[in-house]
Structures are given as C-alpha cells and as structure tokens.
C-alpha cells in the first residue's frame, strides 16, 4: 500500500474515533471531502477494507456501518451492543460464547471462519433518559 493509501486509512479511522458512533463509507467519504474534494467511494472502500483485515475497524453488518475497534478484542470475535436510540455502540468479548457457538455449529460439520455477534437494543444512558421522562 502507498503512502497515499496509509494516509487516507489514518484519516478514515481519525473520522470514526473522533465520531464514536458508527458511519457509512458515505458519511466517512463527506466527512474527508472538507479537505480532500476529490476523494472518491472507491478510495474509502479500500481503505476501509484493510482496516477490517488489519482489526482496527468493525464493520457493522446490520447497519451496513463502520466503527473504530477499541483494542480490546484484538484475535477475537467481538460482541457489538447497538443503542438504537443514540447509536452508540460497545465492544465486548465473551470467548465462551463463541467456542460454544462454534462447537455447536461444527456438530453439523459447519467450520465456522468468521464471527459476526451484533445485539440491538437500548443502551444504559437512554434507558436512564426514558425512565426519568
């Protein structure tokens, strides 16, 4: 990867840590446009992709979005917990659970290569908020 290509990753993950909430590749690309104008999808698309592959960024299926990883799961599957009020997102581990998921999974002889867990509901500072409404 060029030296161009490095620069627009750590840009792309400076976007999403300085944000904290999950982005399209779309919101990303205008957030990069204020000082690049002519960065086109294509570039945000690779980028992005090696920063899955490099296990800095997640990508959130069902939101077809994007988040910093936090560090923490570094080699393991990630639990992702979505408010759908706020649109914060946690980053969580539990190793069990997915041996366990897949342990039961290769019974049938599923292999699995690649864990995906995202859980949406209602995070702990919302449901603070609808309680004291």
């Known amino acids: ?5 490095e620069i627009t990753q750590e840009k792309i993950l400076s976007v999403l840590k300085a944000k904290g909430v999950a982005l399209s590749a779309y919101d990303i690309l205008d957030e990069l446009r204020e000082g690049s104008p002519k960065i086109a999808p294509p ?3 690779r980028a992005l992709k090696v920063l899955v592959d490099q296990g800095h960024v997640h990508r959130l299926e069902s939101l077809n979005a994007f988040i910093a990883s936090t560090g923490k799961t570094q080699d393991q599957a990630s639990i992702m917990s979505i408010c759908d009020d706020c649109g914060i997102v946690e980053e969580n581990v539990a190793p069990k659970l997915v041996n366990d ?3 039961i999974l290769g019974k049938t002889g599923f292999e699995a290569h690649h ?3 995202e859980v949406h509901g209602r995070c702990a500072s919302c449901d603070d908020e609808g309680a004291a409404s």
């Open 43 to 45: 570039t945000i698309y």
């Open 101 to 103: 998921l897949s342990g």
């Open 115 to 117: 864990h995906v867990i």
């Open 1 to 5: 990867m060029g030296k161009r290509g």
